[in-house]
């Protein structure tokens, strides 16, 4: 194994000379690149890193979102479930994550002054009584028994995540039981739902985890809900979602370190316009433009940009039939399906439900109009073009579990953020409307929203910035794209994939082995758009380098 390479350079020198040579190129500075960077470089290669912003981390991070306020939002993504242990330990990284107590509180749409409120610390009767107030009485046991099938997908599945992908028939043989593989792979999750749950209010909020960035029905057979329920529910061998201390630029900032401190080589500011399959990467930096080569290409984007990319980069390029070109394009085209709300506020909004606190409702996943039946309408509505109303949402407070991200005088003074993820809202509602009308659209849905499960207007507590405007921020799905470089704004970079390979598929190369091949043999997927990608996890990183070490290895 070669030797440590020492410290890195800065960025000036990293990008001095027109035509650089490396062992591995990584194009993207998200928490998937900089993973692959570090245990690359921790192997003694040679890695150069290219990020086209001025920051690393991509959609992990944390921003200061309202002019002179001093609170430090996880912008994008803002939960932590995937993340493995393994890539914590072997990359020593000091991340602290905050168990919610609260799984999830959710208000009957009919009768806000109720509500269902999961404590992961009730016992078997307070769990009973919760389910009691909303006339399901009846799930309570099947709720139990539910979550003890997805606990034992998670036992099985998840520790496949950081290994060679099994085949559809070792992960079958790994669960070991013929009933729960067959609910929630072989059947469309909204028939699994159906047949154990008698309340629409229980309904909607399982199935809510196979519609997360997913536009799809829950009894669609293309079992799209159900590749993105599974992700949601394995995360860690438990499903928790966790708080990241810090918010989420302490977990892509820790990545950044061991990047680092292992001698990668990032370079921020760096615009990569072409990647030829052999191995040349076309970048731009400080006004110039500049050539590395490498023997091998680790894609941190989405598979519909590699596309472009390495249109661009390929010599013969003008000879592939326009039509065959759009229909490569067409396949790589994703859609996003969300709004994102970041809000912050002067006090925590008062609930209808007088038996349940703000700070009990808040603290987990609070659910609003996401009935079984609404989710099903919201679909409707907006394959036919329209916003859905009311619009189902989630939403979360970072702050009460971890308030660090606040100045103190913010926190002591009671402010709390709020994040509100907005669903069933398609890329294509942009034919109709503009991009800001949309935005204000939305942003308007979501708040209409909020207002019809709360005992006051939540605008009423909104904090002012040092402009004296609201301190509330909307990301459309074409924010996503343009910001983050995300086609049609899908938060996973395009459709998601079963965590394992189909019986009979070639796994002939250590990339097909990993999940991280493309059609061209030099440049590997080592992002979200991976098998097993998604999500904060640091998985897509891990193993594209993981193949890139076992190829060196013969």
């Known amino acids: 194994m070669p030797l440590p390479r020492p410290a890195p350079e800065p960025a000036a ?26 245990y690359l470089a921790r192997a003694g290669l040679d890695v150069l890193l290219l990020e086209r912003d001025d920051h690393l981390g991509g959609a992990a991070v944390s921003a200061e979102a309202f002019e002179g306020v001093d609170a430090r939002l996880s912008r994008y993504s803002y939960l932590v479930s995937l993340l493995p242990q393994r890539i914590v330990d072997d990359l020593g990284l000091e991340i602290g994550l905050v168990r919610r107590r609260f799984s999830s509180y959710t208000p009957d749409p009919a009768d806000p002054g109720r509500g269902l409120l999961v404590d992961g610390d009730a016992g078997p009767e307070a769990s009973r009584a919760a389910f009691e107030r909303v006339d399901a009485q009846a799930d309570a046991a099947a709720w139990d028994a539910f979550y003890r099938s997805t606990a034992r997908l998670a036992e099985r599945l998840f520790p496949t ?4 992908l099994p085949t559809r ?34 309904r909607g909020v399982v199935a809510t985890d196979g519609l997360i960035g997913t536009f799809t029905a829950l009894d669609d057979p293309s079992l799209d809900a159900n590749r993105c329920f599974l992700y949601h529910v394995i995360g860690g061998g ?54 590395a080569t490498a023997g091998t290409v680790l894609a941190n984007v989405a598979p519909a940009v590699l596309e472009r990319l390495v ?14 070109r759009a229909r490569l394009h067409a396949l790589h085209a994703p859609e996003g399906a969300q709004v994102k709300v970041n809000l912050l506020l002067e006090r925590l909004p008062r609930l209808r439900d007088a038996d349940v606190a703000a700070e009990q409702a808040f603290a987990g996943t609070f659910h609003i109009n996401e009935l079984a ?18 619009l189902p ?39 109709r409307h503009g991009n800001a009308e949309l935005r204000e659209l939305l942003q308007q849905a979501v708040l209409d929203s909020l207002d019809s499960v709360l005992a006051e207007p939540v605008e009423g507590v909104i904090a002012k910035d040092a402009s004296g405007r609201p301190c509330i921020e909307t990301k459309t799905t074409l924010d996503l794209e343009e910001s983050l470089r995300m086609p049609g704004g899908n938060i996973f970079h395009g459709p998601l994939s079963w965590p394992w390979a189909d019986d009979g598929a070639p ?9 991280v091949a493309t059609r061209h043999p030099r440049v590997l997927l080592c992002g979200s758009g991976a098998v097993r990608g998604g999500a904060v996890s640091g998985i897509g990183g891990h193993n594209a380098a993981m193949a890139v070490l076992e190829e060196l290895a013969g």
């Open 238 to 291: 438990t499903g928790d979602w966790d708080v990241p201390i810090g918010g989420m630029g302490a977990v892509s900032g820790e990545l950044e370190r061991a990047a680092r401190t292992a001698g990668a080589r990032l370079v921020t500011g760096a615009e990569v316009v072409a990647v030829d399959p052999t191995g040349r990467v076309r970048y731009r930096v400080d006004g110039g433009e500049r050539v």
């Open 393 to 431: 949402c989630e939403i979360y407070c970072h702050t009460l579990s971890d308030p660090s991200i606040l100045a103190p005088e913010l926190a002591a003074a009671g402010m709390h953020t709020l994040t509100v993820f907005g669903l069933h809202v398609p890329h294509r509602l942009l034919e």
């Open 507 to 515: 796994l002939a190369t250590s990339a097909e082995r990993w999940g």
């Open 169 to 202: 028939a070792e992960a079958r043989a790994l669960v070991g039981d013929d009933d729960v593989w067959n609910a929630f792979v072989e059947r469309p999750l909204g028939e699994t739902i159906d047949a154990t749950f008698a309340s629409d209010l229980v």
């Open 161 to 164: 995540l950081t290994e060679p």
């Open 13 to 38: 020198a990293a990008t001095a000379a027109a035509l650089t040579a490396h062992d591995v190129v990584i194009v993207g500075g998200g928490h998937n690149g900089l993973t692959a960077a570090a």
């Open 311 to 324: 249109e661009a980069g390929d010599p013969d390029a003008a000879a592939v039939p326009p039509v065959v």
């Open 373 to 390: 039946t609404q989710l099903d309408a919201a679909f409707s509505t907006a394959v036919r073009g329209g916003i859905p109303s009311p």
